[in-house]
């Protein structure tokens, strides 16, 4: 029992060098952990006796350990840089430094990548100083990198590069850690043409042709029409828009009607063939479409395109153009004829304006109908319409539901057999609407 | 003035005295009485070899040997033989002692069988639980009598905790 105090000195001893330990933390290099064996028995005094055995003691040595936090995804535009933000990890049991490095894989190589220093973690570079190694890292001490790569000049859009982030023990150069960073190529610019005005909600909002048209001009023939485009940049960088309009959806074919011509405008009203267009900005574009004066009363389907030469980035927008008939021309009259062989008053085939070049025989019939269509922008009045029974034919009456009739107005038509002339009082017509005046004759036996 | 300086030399000498005779005392006790000698020693585990080592990387597991031999002439009775599980991030490996029969503790006062249970409450109801071999800093091993001459060898597997190897 003497041997107490040497025993508690011991004991004394091996709780000062045990060494505290967060739980799950490795044990740091140069840790020496000591042990010792014990006995107690009786002896043959039937004392209690205690022996120790020696001390070992077994020193904890380093191993290397590094973590590089996942990669991310990126796009970039050629020439321009991607930057990437790594966290890197020291999970070895000593102090260590970590070499920098990477390896690039996919469709395209990285011009140039440098790591620099990001110690608050925003994921921007400190200062503009590179660095190849995070310097040496405590055990369980991390640092904050960023790569900034940069894209090769003229590569395609959606090319992807896999970057291979390494970083590799100082310590034990056998133990690498690695993410990988996607970059997909993208155009600087991004472009969507709208009607009129900018936004989501604008018409014709959204990339691509419209397949019907956003935005109708109603013109007369010989008057210029001025269609409003906005050029939206939704892209990261500044782009040029060459200015174009057709006929032709698909811009195959860039062509407009005979005689029809396009001028485009900015905003002052000067005379632009193309447009610049900044990130994240809208640029408003005039397209005055210069409709001649013989112009055929139509709706025209128009498509104007913005295209970035360098980029290749562009949208197109559907519009069009009704042209109307300019005043003191706004009506049109055509005449159709159909061959009636046994004179019942009903037209054997459709109406055209063909010639009929067979059963046109003595005593045959022929019906005819002479519509009239207000082709201008405003309703005209006192609206009659005349024809003639041609020579060698007599108005032909085949029944009370085939006398000489019109879609509207009041018909005038001579007796049965007769000649002389049809006519009917229409009146009034508004824009686009038409009237119609039917009536039949037989051939002259 | 001479007297406290001799009183002073007096009390020095007087306590080296006392020291010295301490510790021959101790070491006549030693051989008189305290029969049973203790070795300790340390192995590296390499595969299904064992490489006697005084380093260890984290992960490592590490055999310890310990030969209780009676060199004396009267028989050692009721012999405990204690094994630390050492600090510095050590843990017990499950079923490595031999003597597979071999006690456990959690503070090197209570001993008991392994393995080590203990009683927590947990929503309210009391519930017995396994305590996790990792816990477990004392092992010890009830070897009965152990004649004059004799030596007996417990042995047990320790290992390092594990940096996150790649």
Known sequence: MKLKPVQRAVAIAI????????????????????????????????????ATS?????????????????????????????????TITNNGNGADSFTLSTTNSGAFMMANVVFYADNDGNGVADNATAITTTGTLQPGAKMNVVAVATLPAGVGNGATNNLVVNATSTFNTANTASATDVTTVAPVSALDITANSAGAGAPGAGPGVEASAVATNTTAAGTPTRFTLVLNNSGTGTDTFNLSASTDPTFGNVSLPSGWTVTFKDAGGATITSASVASGASTVVYAEVNVPAGATPSTVDLYFRALSPTTNVGDRIHDAVIVTAPAGAELSVTKTQALDANCDGVADTAFSNAQITAGAVPGAC???EITATNNGANAVSAVGITDTIPANTTYHVASASTVASATQGLVVAPGAGQTG?????????????????????RINP | MMIPTSLQTYKR???ILTACVL???????????????????AYKVVGDKLVPTAEALPGDTIEYQVTYRNGGTTPARDVLATLPV?????????DSAAPAKVQASLDGKQFAAVPLTRTVVRNGKQLTETVPVAEYRFLRWQLGELAPGRSVTVTSRMRLDGASKQ
């Open chain 2, 13 to 15: 000498i007087l306590v």
């Open chain 1, 366 to 368: 022929i019906r005819y």
């Open chain 1, 15 to 50: 709780g000062l060098s045990a060494v505290t330990l967060q739980a799950g933390a490795a044990t740091p290099a140069g840790t020496s952990i000591t042990n010792q064996a014990s006995a107690t028995y009786l002896d043959s005094t039937l004392t209690a006796r205690t």
């Open chain 2, 23 to 41: 510790q021959f005392a101790s070491a006549f006790v030693f051989a008189a009485d305290n029969n049973v000698n203790v070795a300790l020693k």
């Open chain 1, 421 to 441: 002339v049809v006519s009917a009082a229409v009146g009034i017509l508004l824009p686009n609407a038409s009237a119609k005046m039917s009536f039949g004759v």
């Open chain 2, 86 to 94: 050492p600090d510095g991030g050590m843990h017990y490996l499950a």
């Open chain 1, 54 to 86: 020696n001390t070992v003691v077994t020193v904890v040595q380093q191993v290397a350990s590094v973590t590089v936090s996942a990669g991310t995804s990126k796009t970039g535009s050629a020439s321009g840089q991607v930057v990437f933000a790594h």
